[in-house]
């Protein structure tokens, strides 16, 4: 049972589908739309905290993307200066911290996403009017769509975490997601990748998802004691 704890602890790869959207019902349609295919602006700009899941949907974009090249630079410094293909996705993260020789790479990729019919997805911990960034880059991360991406308050886990179980198919009751929420990990990229171990283990030990259960995979994925 330990080893296939940890074996099965890997988290899941981001994606539409391990998203706890929340508030952020708008941005993610959008997100969706434009990976399957439809509505293309030159730009879509996420910005928020740090682990609000701007990332996330960074990568679950491109994952989704489909019909069209599509790539993820975790930093600025590591886009392309030119796309790289027509109408192709390029998914910029942390886009506010690019330096002068980034933001004139990021500058001229726009352009010649803009030109092509492609489309520039990028992440920030702000505003665009608040970046630390050149003027003209900084006016057309405003241009197109800009969504502030909402975390999760502490109220609303619950209700979310049985939504991502039910729609996983699994059966879960309301004391496992409480134990969850008081002995797991607080923020929800955690708890989702908790529950999606949670329902693989409990595949593949043939055992429900119970409180015996969470403990067992708490105390060997954490290394910590949880009280019974």
């Not at 928020?48 to 974009?61: I, N």
């Not at 980034?102 to 970046?131: C, D, K, M, Y």
């Not at 006016?139 to 039910?166: H, M, T």
Request: aromatic fraction near 4%.
């Amino acid at each position: 049972m330990e080893q296939l704890a940890f074996e099965l602890a890997v988290p899941e790869p981001p994606a539409f589908t391990n998203f706890a959207v929340g508030r952020n019902g708008e941005p993610v349609a959008a997100l969706r739309r434009l990976a399957a295919g439809g509505e293309a602006p030159p730009v879509v700009l996420l910005w928020g905290a740090a682990g609000a899941g701007c990332s996330h949907l960074l990568q679950a974009t491109v994952a989704a993307a489909s019909g069209r090249t599509a790539v993820y630079c975790a930093t600025p410094a590591s886009a392309p200066g030119e796309p790289p293909d027509v109408a192709a996705l390029v998914a910029v993260d942390d886009i506010g911290t690019a330096d002068a020789a980034a933001q004139q790479a990021l500058f001229t990729l726009f352009n010649r996403l803009a030109e092509s019919g492609g489309t520039l997805v990028a992440a920030a911990s702000a505003p665009p009017a608040r970046l630390d960034l050149r003027d003209d880059l900084r006016s057309r991360l405003a241009s197109g769509l800009v969504y502030e991406i909402v975390p999760l308050q502490d109220d609303e886990k619950p209700a979310a975490l049985a939504a991502y179980a039910r729609a996983r198919g699994m059966r879960l009751d309301g004391d496992v997601i409480a134990y969850l929420l008081i002995h797991g990990r607080r923020d929800m990229p955690s708890l989702l990748a908790a529950l999606a171990a949670l329902d693989r283990l409990s595949l593949a030990a043939q055992r429900p998802v119970t409180i015996a259960l969470l403990r067992t995979w708490l105390q060997r994925t954490l290394a910590v004691d949880v009280p019974r």
